[in-house]
C-alpha cells in the first residue's frame, strides 16, 4: 500500500490516565439515560450512540452519520486517546452511550470514560484464576447494555453484571468450568429482557452451547446445544461417541431480527480440529449458522457452511442481515462470508440456500452445489505429511466484523488469500487440554499473501471491488453514512475508503498490531470515529474550531 503519512500534533492530544486499578473504583458516576430494550430495537435511530457491540440488532455496522464524509475525511485529527494497560491483546469495540464509554480491556476488565475527553469514570477489574484454558488470547471483545446495567462475558466462563453509573459489580453467574477448557470472550447480546452469550473452548473439546439469562437476576432462561444429543436424530452425524467432545463453539456476538424473533448465532470448528476420522458424518452443527426462537431458543433452522470441517473453518462470522431484491423478489437475507472461502446469501426466514461464490483464494471445493452445499476436492484432507490448502486455517476471513452499505447495497469484508499445510495425528481427549489432532504451518512467510477490503454485492457474489493490503490484516469493518468505509492494517494504519469505488482517501501511522473494529458516534454534534491500535483506543474527529 501507498500511504499519506500524517504528521501528529501531539499537544493536540489528550491522553486519559485511567484510574488506579481495583475492583470497582472511580472518579465520579457516569451519567447517561437507561437504555431501554425500545431503544434497541430503533438504535440506527439514535447514530450518536453504538449502543451494542455491532451497533444495531441487524449487525451492519452501519452509521448514518454522514458529519464526516469523503469530501473531508482527510482533515481528521487525533482527539484523545486511552492506554489500556494489559500488553494482551487488544480486541475491544467500545459501546457510546448518551456521551459515556465503556471499553473492555483485556482479559476481563472494563472501564468508563467521557466520549468527549477520554476522562475516566470508573473501572471494573474481574478477578481471574491462575488455571485458565485459552486457546487464542486473553481476549474480551465488549459488553452488552440494558437499562443501567452493563454485561461482560469473561475469561473464566463467567458472565457478570455491572452497574454503569458506578461499576459496582451486581451479580456473577459461572457459565462453564474453565477448567474443562470453557472461556468467554465475546460481547453478549440483550434480546428483549435476555442477555443471549455464547461459549468459547473449541480447541479443548468442549461441547458447544448458545444460552440466555435474565437481565435483572443472572438466572438461566435456555440454553441451546449446539451439539445434538442421542435423544436426536440429528446425533447420528457424529460417529460413536465423538459429539461429547465435538467442540462446536459459540465465541462472537450473533445477530437478531425482532419481526422474526429469530436469534441467528454462528458456530466454531468440530473437535478435534485436523483428525477428521475421529468423527466421522457432517458433525452437525459445527460450522454452521442458528436460528433459534428468541423467547425459548428453540430452533427454527440451520445452515451448514462445512459439513465434516477438517480444516478449522469456525463459521463464527458475524451474520449480516438485509432486505435486499434477488432477482426480482425482495427478500429478508443473510449476508455471510465465511471462514471457509466463500460468500452465502441466504434467507433469514427459511434458511433457503440463495447464492453462493468464492470470495477469497480456496482450492478444497470445485464450488457449491444447488443447496450450498461443498463440492470437495479429492486429496485436501489433512495427512500425517502435510496437505497444501487454501484458505489457511484463519480463513478467507474470520471473527473480525464485516460492514454493509444500505446506500451502496455492499457488504465489506477483511478478506486474505493464503494457503498452509494442514497435518493430522491421532489424539485422545484429555479433559482440559487441547484437542486438535494436528496443526498447521503456511509454507511462506505471512507476507507473500495478499489481504484485502473487499467489496461484495450481495444479490450477485460478484466483487464490486477491492484494496489490497500486505500482510494479513486482523481489523474489522465500518461503513456510514459519509460514503465512507473505515479499517487497519496490521503496521497499524488506520484508513478510510470511499465505500463505492474503494479510492483510498485518509490514512494515519498509530504504530501498533490490529485486532479490532472501529465504531463511530456524535456528541453535541460532533461525531467521531474510534480505533483500538495495539494496546490503545484511538478517538478522531473535525476540527470545529
Same mark, same amino acid.
Given at each position: 500500500?501507498? =500511504? ?20 470497582? &473504583? /472511580? ?25 451494542? =457491540? ?28 486511552? +492506554? ?23 482479559? &476481563? #476488565? ?29 481476549? #474480551? ?114 445477530? =437478531?431480527?425482532?419481526?422474526? +424473533? ?18 466421522? /458424518? ?17 430452533? &427454527? ?79 485436501? &484432507? ?46 485422545? =481427549?484429555?479433559?482440559? +487440554? ?58 497499524? $494504519? ?12 485518509? #490514512? ?15 456528541? +453535541? ?12 483506543? $484511538? ?7
Amino acid at each position: 500500500m501507498t =500511504y499519506t503519512r500524517l504528521v501528529l500534533c501531539l499537544t493536540l492530544i489528550a491522553v486519559a490516565d485511567p484510574v488506579v486499578a481495583q475492583s470497582t &473504583s /472511580g472518579e465520579g458516576e457516569a451519567i447517561f439515560s437507561p437504555v431501554t430494550w425500545e431503544r434497541l430495537l430503533n438504535a440506527a435511530d439514535e447514530p450518536h450512540n453504538w449502543l451494542m =457491540y455491532n451497533g444495531t440488532l441487524d449487525s451492519q455496522r452501519f452509521s448514518r452519520l454522514d458529519q464526516i464524509d469523503t469530501g473531508n475525511v482527510a482533515e481528521l485529527e487525533l482527539k484523545w486517546a486511552h +492506554n489500556i494497560r494489559q500488553l494482551d491483546r487488544a480486541e475491544t469495540t467500545p459501546l457510546v452511550v448518551d456521551g459515556i464509554m465503556f471499553i473492555t480491556e483485556s482479559p &476481563s #476488565n472494563l472501564v468508563a470514560v467521557d466520549a468527549v475527553t477520554g476522562r475516566p469514570f470508573w473501572r471494573y477489574d474481574h478477578p481471574l484464576p491462575d488455571d485458565l484454558r485459552v486457546c487464542c488470547g486473553r481476549n #474480551n471483545r465488549g459488553v452488552a447494555i440494558l437499562g443501567e446495567t452493563l454485561f461482560m462475558s469473561t475469561l473464566d466462563a463467567h458472565l457478570v453484571a455491572i452497574d454503569g453509573r458506578s461499576g459496582s459489580l451486581l451479580w456473577n453467574r459461572e457459565v462453564a468450568d474453565h477448567r474443562s477448557g470453557y472461556s468467554k470472550t465475546a460481547a453478549p447480546l440483550i434480546v428483549k429482557d435476555h442477555v443471549v452469550t455464547g461459549i468459547a473452548g473449541g480447541e479443548y473439546g468442549i461441547r458447544g452451547f448458545l444460552d440466555a439469562y435474565d437481565a435483572d437476576t443472572g438466572e438461566l432462561q435456555w440454553r441451546t446445544d449446539t451439539i445434538p444429543g442421542p435423544d436426536h436424530p440429528d446425533n447420528r452425524s457424529w460417529a460413536g461417541d465423538s459429539w461429547r467432545t465435538g467442540g462446536a463453539p459459540t465465541w462472537i456476538t450473533g445477530s =437478531y431480527d425482532p419481526e422474526l +424473533n429469530l436469534v441467528y448465532w454462528g458456530t466454531g470448528n468440530p473437535g478435534p480440529d485436523w483428525n477428521g476420522a475421529a468423527r466421522a /458424518g457432517d458433525n452437525l452443527y459445527a460450522d454452521s449458522v442458528l436460528a433459534l426462537d428468541g423467547d425459548t431458543g428453540e430452533m &427454527s433452522w440451520y445452515f451448514q457452511f462445512t459439513p465434516h470441517d477438517e480444516h478449522d473453518w469456525d463459521a463464527i462470522q458475524v451474520p449480516v442481515l438485509a432486505d435486499i431484491e434477488l432477482d426480482g423478489e425482495a427478500r429478508k437475507a443473510m449476508l455471510w462470508a465465511n471462514r471457509n472461502g466463500f460468500y452465502y446469501t441466504l434467507d433469514r426466514e427459511t434458511g433457503e440456500f440463495l447464492l453462493g461464490k468464492a470470495f477469497a483464494k480456496q482450492t478444497w471445493a470445485e464450488g457449491l452445489d444447488s443447496n450450498g452445499r461443498p463440492i470437495r476436492r479429492p486429496g485436501t &484432507s489433512p495427512s500425517t505429511e502435510g496437505t497444501l490448502v487454501a484458505p489457511i486455517a484463519g480463513g478467507g476471513t474470520n471473527w473480525w466484523s464485516p460492514a454493509f452499505s444500505p446506500r451502496t447495497g455492499l457488504l465489506y469484508v477483511n478478506s486474505f488469500d493464503g494457503e498452509a499445510l494442514f497435518f493430522s495425528r491421532e489424539q485422545d =481427549y484429555d479433559e482440559g +487440554n487441547t484437542f486438535t489432532g494436528g496443526g498447521t504451518e503456511t509454507p511462506l512467510p505471512i507476507d507473500n499473501y495478499q489481504s484485502s477490503i473487499r467489496a461484495i454485492d450481495p444479490t450477485t457474489g460478484d466483487i464490486a471491488w477491492e484494496f489490497p493490503i500486505t500482510p494479513r490484516s486482523r481489523a474489522g469493518v465500518l461503513a456510514t453514512g459519509g460514503d465512507l468505509v473505515f479499517s487497519a492494517d496490521p503496521d497499524g $494504519y488506520f484508513f478510510a475508503l470511499d465505500a463505492r469505488s474503494g479510492e483510498p482517501l485518509w #490514512n494515519i501511522a498509530l504504530g501498533g498490531p490490529v485486532n479490532a473494529q472501529p465504531m463511530t458516534y456524535a456528541v +453535541n454534534g460532533q461525531q467521531y470515529v474510534t480505533m483500538t491500535v495495539g494496546n490503545t483506543v $484511538y478517538t478522531f474527529g473535525l476540527d470545529q474550531d
